[in-house]
């Protein structure tokens, strides 16, 4: 059954953390504008960012307009939310450069082009950059008292800290509040959305509209994506996982939501896809009875690598996933062996002993430690355990020659199912 309203849509997918009062008669009643912020700290937006993009992406889809505004003023102080400590302060040209890199990975949730309600994208930098200390301190500052400003989670929570908080930092808040209401004049914004982390600053905004311009204005957050282990979705032992294929390869981001539990797969279904509740539905079911078989991760990692980076670099990402289960390496390049197998042990083997009629396998498989001696690998060999590039060879005469390397750079060895071994082509 289809929502009837943009609100309807979030509450069902549990999107609806918190809001203010009067938000879901708002959506029925008329098209409103609505914007989320991001910031700017880096070339590329990250999985944490997900959460805001799709938000804003269905409010587009229920007719209403979406601003995606960049931090380019803001980015340069930061937001003490979910902060232990303060930020590194960047300069106003890696802040340009950043905006300028993400602009791209927008348009691939959000429609700018599409008549009556297109996505805005708008840097925050333009007036804030522009406006006068003083007139700043009288127009905004003079509206928010230092015990509301304490009082907010993401204050009182550093200043319960020994390292503090910085007097820019603790001016965010008026800064986002500014925000809102140079939205509000310029494009009739009245709806601010964003993380749970968000509520202290998004109802400042709705505070100085509401005393400045006699208007009212409204807020949503959404509860913030953690994983199994209760971790801020995207921050992982290796690091953050990138919309930017260049930093977080298609495979890689594939293999990110593939690995997630049963226990936050559903609700990162309702997140993060368009399917439908019929068909979470049934995923949920398949869940419950046949978790072994992951139906409901591999949909999840199958509508989200889709949505990031298309359709091809989906159906790489998963002939890249099946090579680990012994599936067809050929059509692969060095760059994808290398992403695939870079948690398998590996070796570095002069290329020269690949040349003329190479290298016996055996001597290989014993030297990678697949085999503790050759007459093992011949044992191996003889009861069909032994592969090259997932290709079963049984000749324990067989050699491994520079034309087995892909793109002459990588040889992979695998005994049995899945004991791998990567070997590296060095000069």
Same mark, same amino acid.
């Given at each position: 059954?289809?929502?009837?309203?943009?609100?309807?849509?979030?509450?069902?997918? @549990? =999107?609806?953390?918190?809001?203010?009062? /009067?938000? *879901?008669?708002?959506?029925? !009643?008329?098209?409103? %504008?609505?914007? $989320? #912020?991001?910031?700017?700290?880096?070339?590329?937006?990250?999985?944490?960012?997900?959460?805001?993009?799709? @938000? =804003?992406?269905?409010?587009?889809?229920? /007719?209403? *307009?979406?601003?995606?505004? !960049?931090?380019?003023? %803001?980015?340069? $102080? #930061?937001?003490?939310?979910?902060?232990?400590?303060?930020?590194?302060?960047?300069?106003?040209?890696?802040?340009?450069?950043?905006?300028?890199?993400?602009?791209?990975?927008?348009?691939?949730?959000?429609?700018?082009?599409?008549?009556?309600?297109?996505?805005?994208?708008?840097?925050?930098?333009?007036?804030?950059?522009?406006?006068?200390?003083?007139?700043?301190?009288?127009?905004?500052?003079?509206?928010?008292?230092?015990?509301?400003?304490?009082?907010?989670?993401?204050?009182?929570?550093?200043?319960?800290?020994?390292?503090?908080?910085?007097?820019?930092?603790?001016?965010?808040?008026?800064?986002?509040?500014?925000?809102?209401?140079?939205?509000?004049?310029?494009?009739?914004?009245?709806?601010?959305?964003?993380?749970?982390?968000?509520?202290?600053?998004?109802?400042?905004?709705?505070?100085?509209?509401?005393?400045?311009?006699?208007?009212?204005?409204?807020?949503?957050?959404?509860?913030?994506?953690?994983?199994?282990?209760?971790?801020?979705?995207?921050?992982?032992?290796?690091?953050?996982?990138?919309?930017?294929?260049?930093?977080?390869?298609?495979?890689?981001?594939?293999?990110?939501?593939?690995?997630?539990?049963?226990?936050?797969?559903?609700?990162?279904?309702?997140?993060?896809?368009?399917?439908?509740?019929?068909?979470?539905?049934?995923?949920?079911?398949?869940?419950?009875?046949?978790?072994?078989?992951?139906?409901?991760?591999?949909?999840?990692?199958?509508?989200?690598?889709?949505?990031?980076?298309?359709?091809?670099?989906?159906?790489?990402?998963?002939?890249?996933?099946?090579?680990?289960?012994?599936?067809?390496?050929?059509?692969?390049?060095?760059?994808?062996?290398?992403?695939?197998?870079?948690?398998?042990?590996?070796?570095?083997?002069?290329?020269?002993?690949?040349?003329?009629?190479?290298?016996?396998?055996?001597?290989?498989?014993?030297?990678?430690?697949?085999?503790?001696?050759?007459?093992?690998?011949?044992?191996?060999?003889?009861?069909?355990?032994?592969?090259?590039?997932?290709?079963?060879?049984?000749?324990?005469?067989?050699?491994?020659?520079?034309?087995?390397?892909?793109?002459?750079?990588?040889?992979?060895?695998?005994?049995?199912?899945?004991?791998?071994?990567?070997?590296?082509?060095?000069?």
């Amino acid at each position: 059954m289809a929502a009837q309203s943009a609100f309807d849509e979030f509450c069902w997918r @549990g =999107l609806v953390y918190d809001s203010t009062e /009067g938000l *879901s008669d708002a959506l029925v !009643a008329e098209k409103v %504008t609505v914007y $989320i #912020g991001f910031d700017p700290t880096a070339d590329s937006l990250q999985v944490g960012n997900l959460l805001a993009l799709m @938000g =804003l992406a269905r409010m587009q889809r229920f /007719g209403h *307009s979406p601003i995606a505004l !960049a931090g380019g003023g %803001t980015g340069m $102080i #930061g937001d003490p939310g979910g902060k232990t400590s303060e930020r590194q302060l960047m300069s106003i040209d890696q802040v340009q450069a950043n905006v300028e890199a993400i602009k791209l990975q927008l348009a691939r949730y959000l429609d700018f082009e599409v008549r009556g309600n297109p996505a805005r994208l708008v840097n925050n930098a333009d007036w804030l950059l522009n406006v006068p200390m003083m007139a700043f301190l009288r127009d905004v500052g003079k509206h928010f008292t230092v015990s509301y400003m304490t009082s907010k989670d993401s204050v009182k929570t550093r200043l319960q800290r020994e390292e503090g908080i910085s007097y820019a930092e603790f001016s965010y808040m008026l800064l986002q509040a500014y925000d809102f209401q140079q939205l509000f004049d310029r494009y009739g914004c009245t709806l601010q959305a964003g993380g749970s982390d968000q509520w202290g600053n998004i109802t400042a905004g709705v505070e100085l509209i509401r005393r400045t311009r006699d208007a009212r204005a409204y807020g949503l957050v959404y509860p913030l994506a953690t994983d199994t282990e209760g971790v801020k979705l995207g921050k992982t032992v290796r690091g953050a996982i990138w919309l930017d294929a260049a930093k977080t390869s298609p495979f890689r981001y594939y293999q990110f939501w593939l690995n997630q539990g049963d226990d936050v797969v559903i609700s990162f279904l309702k997140y993060f896809t368009w399917l439908d509740q019929e068909a979470i539905v049934d995923l949920e079911q398949k869940l419950e009875a046949h978790p072994e078989r992951r139906d409901a991760q591999r949909a999840l990692a199958q509508e989200v690598t889709r949505l990031t980076h298309g359709e091809t670099a989906l159906a790489k990402a998963e002939q890249a996933s099946q090579v680990l289960f012994g599936g067809e390496i050929a059509g692969l390049d060095a760059s994808e062996i290398a992403d695939i197998f870079s948690d398998v042990p590996s070796s570095d083997v002069p290329r020269s002993r690949f040349e003329g009629n190479g290298s016996a396998l055996i001597d290989l498989f014993e030297e990678a430690g697949l085999a503790r001696s050759k007459g093992e690998a011949r044992r191996l060999l003889s009861n069909g355990g032994v592969y090259i590039n997932n290709i079963q060879v049984t000749d324990p005469a067989r050699a491994v020659a520079l034309q087995d390397a892909t793109d002459g750079q990588f040889i992979v060895l695998r005994k049995g199912k899945k004991q791998y071994h990567l070997l590296r082509l060095v000069e």
